[in-house]
């Protein structure tokens, strides 16, 4: 039986809707090839532009469709002029992340035999890892309610168990899928500062209880100076890591950094019952309507949401499907003759878009 999956489209601002028309055409040209499953695709309004012109940055009605549907696809979402009356940014993206508890922000990191990366990667290395960063509490906890005085500002850290499990359950539960499939030895790290904040201390020991239901795994502890260190000296080591949210906010750009640039690097928030799937990158306004914006890291994103669709529903050509289009994606970087200007190339959008077809 052939089973629809319904796809809401968020196209963003700036250069949300460049990088969005060559994601969906790649993604309607692979369905269509399949007869296992069909994709529907249908945008909604939400974002900066929207805000402008209506005040209102997250219609109701677009939020109530993103909780109806399988999944969300998400393009780069705010713009610098446009603020809330308070100055903050105007950022659906973190909305849905709280409306739907996305808790696990899943940031791959893979890096290729391709020009792109600044590291030197020794014979026989493979960079490919994936980095979980918490996405509703830390030290986010706070955020634009935090205490602001003349003589001190303050924020709050807050780590819960129940977040906690889910997330730690979660990135055991990935790093198997990954054995599984041949990419890397089933290690899940937990990156921390135990040593020095009781919160961290708190946040390893439920990582310790959740590793015992795991024992085909290995889990270990890395402190977060330490990890940055090695994200740099010696990126091969990681499998999956497992952080707090603004420890992840960090490394997960340092992890882009290794890739080459936000251009190329995709991501995922993912709770028990829905996903966003969007690049890392913001919504480039200086380069916006120019058709030279790099829609790799957004396609990459489409690819994710493939093959998470695919293992949630059971739909084994849905996974595999996304994992041609993250692999046709990875062998356009590795050629490195196709690149956009953010890349230090000369391509345009269409042409980026055009090579990852090449490809499939
Ligand atoms: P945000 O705070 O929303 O993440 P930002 O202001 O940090 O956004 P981006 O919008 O990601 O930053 O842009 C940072 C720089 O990277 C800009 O110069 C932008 O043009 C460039 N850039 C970002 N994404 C792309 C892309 N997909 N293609 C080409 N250049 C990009």
Not at 56 to 78: E, H, T
Not at 211 to 240: C, G, R, S
Not at 307 to 334: C, F, K, M, P, Y
Request: proline share 5%.
């Amino acid at each position: 039986m052939t089973r629809n999956l319904d796809i809401a489209v968020f196209e963003g601002d700036g250069i949300g809707p460049e990088i969005m028309a060559p994601t969906l055409a790649i993604l309607r040209k692979i369905a269509e090839a399949n007869g296992d499953y069909t994709l529907t695709f249908t945008a909604h309004p939400a974002g900066a532009a929207h805000y402008a012109k209506t005040g209102d940055s997250l219609p109701k009605s677009s939020l109530d469709a993103a909780g109806a549907a399988d999944a969300i696809l998400l393009s780069a979402m705010g713009l610098p002029d446009v603020r809330y009356a308070d100055g903050t940014e105007i950022s659906p993206q973190i909305d849905l992340r709280k409306a739907f508890n996305l808790f696990a922000g899943v940031r791959p990191v893979r890096v290729g035999p391709g020009p792109l990366s600044p590291l030197k990667i020794p014979q026989g290395r493979e960079i490919d890892f994936v980095l979980i960063r918490e996405s509703t509490e830390g030290l986010f906890h706070t955020q634009g309610t935090g205490t602001v005085t003349d003589d001190y500002a303050e924020e709050t850290l807050r780590i819960t168990r129940e977040v906690s499990e889910k997330l730690f359950r979660f990135a055991f539960a990935l790093a198997r899928d990954r054995k599984a499939q041949g990419r890397g030895p089933g290690r899940v790290t937990c990156v921390d500062k135990a040593n020095v904040f009781r919160a961290f201390a708190y946040f390893r020991g439920i990582f310790d209880e959740e590793a015992k239901a795991f024992p085909d795994l290995i889990a270990d502890h890395a402190y977060v100076d330490a990890t940055a260190l090695w994200m740099v000296q010696k990126p091969w080591d990681f499998d999956v890591m497992v952080t707090e949210n603004m420890f992840g906010d960090i490394l997960s750009d340092l992890g882009a950094g290794l890739m080459g640039g936000l251009g190329v690097a995709p991501s995922a928030d993912i709770g028990l019952d829905q996903a966003v799937f969007q690049p890392c990158h913001g919504s480039a306004p200086d380069i916006a309507g120019q058709g030279k914006a790099n829609p790799l890291a957004m396609i990459l994103s489409g690819a994710m949401m493939l093959e998470w669709l695919g293992l949630r529903h059971d739909i084994a050509a849905l996974a595999a499907d996304g994992q041609r289009l993250r692999t046709a994606v990875e062998s356009v970087i590795d050629a490195g003759q196709i690149l956009t200007a953010d890349l230090g190339g000369t391509a345009s959008t269409q042409q980026a878009g055009d090579a990852v077809l090449a490809a499939l």
